[in-house]
């Protein structure tokens, strides 16, 4: 604006007579704006205001329809009082009589399941046993927190007693038929891709003893062959998965511990490659069999198996770390393992537990920073004191004019950074 009025008038007073043409235009583009703005405004106000008084009015409505409706339910009320006072000591004893029928049923039904598992348990039919004692446990749940004390005394003793037996029972038929369709299938000719798309009455045996496992999870304790022992990072494992593990966890012990010639502490790659082998080669068999059964306990079968496994290692290396801190050298190299071990791991199963808890111990992970210290100083040294360290072994063209010459020490050490 000030440009317009400097170009008008310019260093002649004579020319402000022309500057009233140019407020005449600068009103008109106000009073212009003004009404526009005055428009806007008011059209936005006015719609805001018709939603809100629409609203306000839905509000009254039913306010009103909500007082009319509480003066109904207290006349009725009212209205009721004698009637529910004649009517209740009446129904008293009708809730009272329910309650008793509903109690003798379920004692019945207690021992009805109690007799029919027995049955089951005799003819070995894993998948009635299942069914009963599942039953068996919902009737328990229903009854659980009520007044009732005798009768969930007495399903609860019902259940624990059944879930002995039960277990006692079946745990001989559960290492039977891993042997029968040759779990953890290290050792068979059978190819997996068969596994999983068979109709073997086996795998079916296989599956409801699984299922009894599953309902069994929390109710019983582990025989002594099943207890892991497990670092605190990671988890309780499920009983199914404790006896599927089981032979591997007998062979992983048999193979490297004690002084078998597969125990050297100088090549920790024999059993960070089987670990990653196992843990790798049943994974179809777990999602078609394993997975689910598995569901039911909300439970990924493919992670807690991987994790089973990896607690091996992590109680191995903790064992083995400590023996290793008085050479360098197999020390260094048990470390570069264990890092590549977690590093293909990752690649196939995720949201693992980290053997880092085991590296970063305070005794390891100090070793460990002396032991890279030493290593990189040694590695700069050799490099530095090279005969050819400062010689040029390439020219790189840059800018498409200058040449810069690249020695062997700077090539060499910028190869270690990218790898």
């Given at each position: 604006?000030?440009?317009?009025?400097?170009?008008?008038?310019?260093?002649?007073?004579?020319?402000?007579?022309?500057?009233?043409?140019?407020?005449?235009?600068?009103?008109?583009?106000?009073?212009?704006?003004?009404?526009?703005?005055?428009?806007?405004?008011?059209?936005?106000?006015?719609?805001?205001?018709?939603?809100?008084?629409?609203?306000?009015?839905?509000?009254?409505?039913?306010?009103?329809?909500?007082?009319?409706?509480?003066?109904?339910?207290?006349?009725?009320?009212?209205?009721?009082?004698?009637?529910?006072?004649?009517?209740?000591?009446?129904?008293?004893?009708?809730?009272?009589?329910?309650?008793?029928?509903?109690?003798?049923?379920?004692?019945?039904?207690?021992?009805?399941?109690?007799?029919?598992?027995?049955?089951?348990?005799?003819?070995?039919?894993?998948?009635?046993?299942?069914?009963?004692?599942?039953?068996?446990?919902?009737?328990?749940?229903?009854?659980?927190?009520?007044?009732?004390?005798?009768?969930?005394?007495?399903?609860?003793?019902?259940?624990?007693?059944?879930?002995?037996?039960?277990?006692?029972?079946?745990?001989?038929?559960?290492?039977?038929?891993?042997?029968?369709?040759?779990?953890?299938?290290?050792?068979?000719?059978?190819?997996?891709?068969?596994?999983?798309?068979?109709?073997?009455?086996?795998?079916?045996?296989?599956?409801?003893?699984?299922?009894?496992?599953?309902?069994?999870?929390?109710?019983?304790?582990?025989?002594?062959?099943?207890?892991?022992?497990?670092?605190?990072?990671?988890?309780?494992?499920?009983?199914?998965?404790?006896?599927?593990?089981?032979?591997?966890?007998?062979?992983?012990?048999y193979h490297f511990s004690g002084n078998r010639q597969?125990?050297?502490?100088?090549?920790?790659?024999?059993?960070?490659?089987?670990?990653?082998?196992?843990?790798?080669?049943?994974?179809?068999?777990?999602?078609?069999?394993?997975?689910?059964?598995?569901?039911?306990?909300?439970?990924?079968?493919?992670?807690?198996?991987?994790?089973?496994?990896?607690?091996?290692?992590?109680?191995?290396?903790?064992?083995?770390?400590?023996?290793?801190?008085?050479?360098?050298?197999?020390?260094?190299?048990?470390?570069?393992?264990?890092?590549?071990?977690?590093?293909?791991?990752?690649?196939?199963?995720?949201?693992?537990?980290?053997?880092?808890?085991?590296?970063?111990?305070?005794?390891?992970?100090?070793?460990?920073?002396?032991?890279?210290?030493?290593?990189a100083i040694e590695k700069m040294d050799t490099l530095?004191?090279?005969?050819?360290?400062?010689?040029?072994?390439?020219?790189?063209?840059?800018?498409?004019?200058?040449?810069?010459?690249?020695?062997?020490?700077?090539?060499?050490?910028?190869?270690?950074?990218?790898?």
């Open positions: 604006m000030l440009t317009n009025i400097y170009r008008i008038v310019g260093s002649a007073i004579k020319n402000l007579g022309k500057l009233k043409s140019q407020i005449s235009v600068l009103t008109a583009s106000i009073s212009s704006l003004e009404k526009k703005i005055d428009y806007s405004t008011l059209s936005k106000s006015d719609s805001v205001f018709a939603k809100l008084k629409e609203s306000q009015e839905k509000v009254n409505q039913i306010s009103i329809e909500a007082e009319q409706l509480s003066i109904l339910i207290e006349g009725f009320a009212k209205d009721s009082e004698p009637l529910f006072c004649e009517l209740f000591p009446l129904i008293d004893p009708v809730i009272s009589a329910q309650n008793k029928i509903k109690y003798h049923q379920l004692l019945e039904l207690g021992k009805c399941i109690n007799y029919d598992l027995k049955d089951a348990l005799h003819l070995k039919d894993y998948e009635r046993i299942a069914v009963k004692f599942k039953k068996l446990q919902e009737i328990y749940s229903q009854m659980h927190g009520t007044q009732c004390g005798n009768l969930q005394n007495y399903l609860q003793g019902l259940k624990q007693e059944w879930a002995k037996t039960i277990y006692l029972s079946v745990k001989r038929s559960v290492e039977d038929v891993l042997v029968e369709i040759g779990w953890p299938f290290i050792s068979t000719n059978q190819p997996l891709e068969n596994v999983t798309k068979t109709t073997d009455d086996r795998y079916r045996k296989f599956q409801s003893l699984l299922k009894i496992l599953a309902l069994l999870n929390n109710e019983v304790d582990p025989d002594s062959d099943c207890i892991w022992e497990l670092p605190s990072s990671i988890s309780g494992l499920s009983l199914p998965m404790r006896h599927l593990t089981k032979p591997l966890k007998k062979r992983f012990e597969t125990n050297d502490l100088s090549r920790p790659e024999l059993y960070l490659t089987q670990v990653l082998d196992w843990c790798k080669r049943p994974c179809a068999f777990l999602s078609e069999w394993v997975q689910p059964i598995f569901d039911s306990i909300n439970i990924d079968s493919k992670e807690e198996f991987t994790r089973a496994l990896y607690g091996l290692v992590v109680v191995k290396l903790s064992h083995d770390l400590p023996l290793l801190y008085e050479d360098d050298y197999l020390f260094g190299h048990c470390i570069d393992e264990i890092l590549a071990f977690e590093r293909e791991l990752r690649l196939s199963v995720h949201n693992q537990p980290s053997v880092h808890e085991t590296l970063t111990g305070e005794r390891t992970l100090e070793k460990w920073l002396r032991t890279e210290k030493k290593y530095l004191s090279s005969d050819t360290a400062w010689l040029s072994t390439s020219d790189v063209e840059f800018d498409g004019a200058t040449v810069l010459y690249v020695t062997e020490v700077a090539e060499k050490f910028t190869k270690i950074f990218w790898r």
